[in-house]
Structures are given as structure tokens and as C-alpha cells.
């Protein structure tokens, strides 16, 4: 089991002068953090009601955490609600709001906004929370706001990339290496684009032509943004990328759905468990985004299938009326070890009408017969492709010790949980001393037959709101596809 982790995650934490004695504040700071902590390693146990408590009690001791920034934080020590006002104003300004549209993101009355400004009033705990979920805002803790250099044009120069909670890719690193060096077995994807050279030869197969016509190119980026658009109206977005890659695709979706908004509202995050990927995807949406109002990117060091523990992605002020789309771009969905579970456990944070979409590979056949598939579906005709090769057979050399050659082949996976489906095993047959072998899957490729997808997703809560049908190269049918978290019904 994992050691529990500090859960204050968030605001980045950056103590403005840790060689001076603490200041009252920041004992009050440091005490809370304790608690916060302490209570998260006190295990509830099953029981639904008192875990239920806990998660409460956990929420209320990070709130106050939230309240004492605002409120007691040196420099506002002998402040009161006319300093609380100048910085409300001055954050917004610099966010490029109005006081209309910072009501609005905020779930609160202009009038309220307006009080606030005016230092008539302090913030209630409700009326701040409402204010801190609008990320623009900047509204963090003041060792980070007030430091001289994200004073000036902060909206783009504050702290936006945050590590997530118990993320340890150093760990990650050593039971990559555990792995290779055993007896063989399947490598989970998350460990195939960890290290700089491993994500160095992702970029070069994922920007090299063949990739870019079979994955890149076909995705209808405009259809999506418009139905996008459609569905969901004219709320702020919280468009929340899942292993972005370098992030060419999902900044051009982006760009699209950017487009579409008269006044954007949008926060872009980018979530990957490879920092140098992340860092390449980072990147390029602020450089991309670094002039456009309206929008706002961080990057998140995480692990998708951690995604329920990351609280700051999944809280949902009352009133709220942003919306959450989940992108999981770049054929990653067939690439998961189990999908109908991916989908059910990884996205649990997900709220009533958020969005999920997603591409993946059309199977060639529906038949099951292995023979069949095989005949139809042209991967299974050709070798392996170098580039694959050359970045699936990078960590075997880099890490098995006494690995002396690597060998690929495409194995055909008929045994799959969705209905429907077969998959590509890039499986690597690594040559040791006396001629012996071993075998490790490195990565895998499915093919789906949409509707059973839409049947799988619809048994989980999610609702088909749109199907994008295109063709890859090699005339791979592929299809973009677009699910809404169920409305709960009204009952009288
Ligand atoms: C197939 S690539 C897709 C990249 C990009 N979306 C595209 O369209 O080109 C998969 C991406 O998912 C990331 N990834 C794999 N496992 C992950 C995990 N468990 N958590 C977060 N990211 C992960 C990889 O680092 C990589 O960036």
C-alpha cells in the first residue's frame, strides 16, 4: 500500500523565508497541515458513514486552511475587508474579468462582488470558496502572489504545474527496472514514456508521417469543438487533457473549441505521468495560449489512474455550471489494460453532465475468429514498424542487464473484456546469455466496435452525445467518440 500523502494540494505551498522563525501565521499554517495530515493517514475503515465523516472533516480542515490564507496571511494582518477588497479587484483586473463575469464564474451575486471590492464586507467561507474555484483569479497563498516577480502580468506567470499527491516517478523508475530485470510479463503503459529518452523517441514516432496520417491528421478537431459547443452551451470549460503527450493534438482541439467561445472561459490542464512529455505539452499550450484571454493552462504531474485522488480537479462549487471534458487522445484508451474498469474507477470524480471523449481504432471484422482478423486487419501482415521498435526496445536496453538482443512481433489478443474488441500485443522476445529468452508485452493496440463501446460506457453512466467516423491511414476506420456523465433523473 501506498503511504498516505499530504492532501492539501490545492495551492502550491512555497514558504516565503524559511530561515526566519515562523511567524504566528505560519505555526497556524504549519499546525493545520499537521492535523490535515494526521487525519488523512486515520483510516476510516469500510464503513460508508463514518468514511463519509472523514472525507467531511477533511474538507473543512482544507478550508480553513483556504480561510486563514486569505484572512491572516502576513501581509494582511492588519488588514481587514478594505485589503481583502484592493486584492479582489487587483487579482480580477489582472485576470482580465468583469465584475459580471467574475460573479458569474464564481456562482455569486454581482452585488456581493461588488461589496467585496468595496471592502463593505469580508468574504463568508462559501462566498471564498466560490472565489478561489475561479482559477484566473489566482486567488493562492500570498508567499506565492506576492513574490516580485509574478507581480507583474501574474495572470500568466504564477505557479501553474503542480505534482500530484503521493506521485513518486523516481519509485516509478525503480520498479520499471525490477520489471525488466524479472521474468517477463506485461509492461503497463504508464512506464513506457517515463524516462527523457524513452519520451525523446515518442516524440520522434508520434510527429513521424505515418503516426501523424494515422492518428493525428484524420481528427475532426472542428466537429468536435462545435458539438462541444452544442452540448454543454455557454459554461466555462475545465478541459482536462489525460496523457497528452507532446500535446499537439489537444492543443489543437483546444484552439477549435477556443474558437467557438464569444468570451472564453476555459482552464486547460494537462495531466501526464512523464515530466518530460509534460513539460514538452506545457510547452507548447502556453506558448500557444499566452496571448489569448480567457484561458488558463497548468500542468499536472499525475497518474490517470489517480485521477480520483486529485480533489482539486474534482471539486464542484454549488451553483457551478463549468463543465468538465475529460481528453484522452492518441489511441491511449487501447492501450489500457482493462477499459470498462478504467472507465468506471478513474473517472468516479466525474460530475452529472461532465464530457469524456476519446479516439480509437474501428475493428476490421466482427468476427472473433483469430484467422479472420488476421486476414482483414492489415497490422497483422507487416513487421513491426522501426519507429515502435526503436522506442518499445529503449528501456529493455537501457535497463535489463543482461538483455543481449530484442526481437518484435505483433500478437493477436482476442481475450478482451469489451464485447467486441481484439487487440495488437507488441510483444518483445529479449535474448539473454545461453540462449534462453524472455517475454515482455510492451504495448497494446485495440480495435473497437463502437457500438459495443457506447453499450459498455451507457452500463457505466455515460451517454453517447456524439460519433466522429474517419479514416486513418491504411484505411484504419477510426472514430472520435463523445460521452456525457448521466443527469440524474428528478424524483417527486
Ligand atoms: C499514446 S500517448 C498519447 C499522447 C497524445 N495524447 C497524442 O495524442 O499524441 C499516451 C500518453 O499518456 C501518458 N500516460 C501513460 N500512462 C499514464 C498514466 N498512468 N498517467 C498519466 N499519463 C499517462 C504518456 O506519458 C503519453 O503522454
Not at 513518486?168 to 524516462?195: F, H, K, P, R, W
Amino acid at each position: 500500500m501506498e503511504p498516505a500523502t499530504e492532501v492539501d494540494s490545492e495551492f502550491p505551498s512555497i514558504l516565503a523565508n524559511d530561515a526566519t522563525e515562523p511567524s504566528l501565521y505560519q505555526a497556524a499554517q504549519f499546525h493545520l497541515r499537521q492535523a490535515l495530515q494526521a487525519l488523512t493517514d486515520l483510516s476510516p475503515g469500510r464503513d460508508p458513514e463514518k468514511r463519509k465523516a472523514h472525507e467531511d472533516v477533511r474538507r473543512l480542515l482544507r478550508q480553513v486552511l483556504q480561510f486563514l490564507h486569505v484572512h491572516f496571511s502576513p501581509e494582511r494582518e492588519a488588514t481587514g475587508a478594505q485589503r481583502f477588497g484592493d486584492l479582489l479587484r487587483q487579482h480580477r483586473a489582472e485576470a482580465g474579468l468583469t465584475q459580471q463575469q467574475l460573479a458569474e464564474y464564481s456562482s455569486l451575486s454581482l452585488s456581493l462582488i461588488r461589496k467585496l471590492e468595496q471592502g463593505d464586507t469580508l468574504p463568508t467561507r462559501n462566498s471564498l470558496l466560490g472565489l478561489c474555484s475561479v482559477a484566473e483569479l489566482k486567488l493562492v497563498p500570498p508567499e506565492v502572489t506576492t513574490l516580485p516577480s509574478v507581480r507583474e502580468r501574474s495572470h500568466h506567470a504564477a505557479p501553474n504545474w503542480y505534482m500530484s499527491p503521493g506521485f513518486d516517478s523516481v519509485s516509478m523508475m525503480a520498479e520499471l527496472n525490477q520489471q525488466i530485470n524479472g521474468s517477463g510479463g506485461s509492461i503497463e503503459q504508464t512506464y513506457v514514456y517515463l524516462d527523457p529518452q524513452s519520451a525523446l523517441d515518442w516524440i520522434a514516432l508520434s510527429n513521424s508521417p505515418g503516426y501523424i496520417a494515422a492518428v493525428r491528421e484524420g481528427l475532426p478537431y472542428r466537429d468536435v469543438a462545435k458539438k462541444l459547443r452544442e452540448v454543454l452551451g455557454t459554461s466555462g470549460f475545465d478541459l482536462i487533457a489525460l496523457g497528452p503527450g507532446d500535446g499537439k493534438s489537444e492543443v489543437r482541439l483546444v484552439q477549435q473549441i477556443h474558437s467557438t467561445c464569444e468570451r472564453p472561459n476555459l482552464r486547460f490542464y494537462l495531466l501526464d505521468a512523464s515530466q518530460p512529455l509534460l513539460s514538452r505539452a506545457f510547452k507548447h499550450a502556453v506558448d500557444t495560449f499566452s496571448d489569448e484571454p480567457g484561458i488558463f493552462v497548468c500542468g499536472i504531474q499525475g497518474d490517470f489512474h489517480h485521477l480520483p485522488r486529485y480533489a482539486q480537479l474534482h471539486y464542484t462549487p454549488a451553483r457551478s455550471q463549468r463543465r468538465r471534458v475529460y481528453m484522452i487522445l492518441g489511441n491511449t484508451i487501447g492501450n489500457i489494460d482493462n477499459e470498462p474498469q478504467f472507465f468506471q474507477c478513474a473517472l468516479s470524480g466525474a460530475a452529472p453532465g461532465d464530457i469524456i471523449l476519446f479516439d480509437v481504432d474501428y475493428a476490421f471484422t466482427n468476427s472473433t475468429d483469430p484467422d479472420e482478423i488476421r486476414r482483414t486487419d492489415p497490422a497483422f501482415q507487416k513487421p513491426v514498424s522501426a519507429g515502435v521498435q526503436r522506442w518499445l526496445e529503449g528501456p529493455i536496453r537501457r535497463y535489463c542487464h543482461d538483455a543481449q538482443g530484442v526481437k518484435f512481433t505483433l500478437r493477436l489478443d482476442t481475450n478482451r473484456p469489451l464485447a467486441g474488441s481484439y487487440g495488437g500485443q507488441f510483444i518483445a522476445t529479449v535474448a539473454l546469455p545461453g540462449k534462453r529468452t524472455k517475454e515482455f508485452c510492451m504495448a497494446q493496440s485495440r480495435r473497437y466496435e463502437p457500438n459495443a463501446l457506447i453499450r459498455c460506457l451507457r452500463s457505466l453512466g455515460w451517454d453517447n452525445v456524439g460519433v466522429f467516423s474517419f479514416t486513418g491511414s491504411e484505411s484504419t476506420p477510426r472514430g472520435l467518440l463523445m460521452f456525457r456523465k448521466q443527469i440524474p433523473k428528478a424524483t417527486h
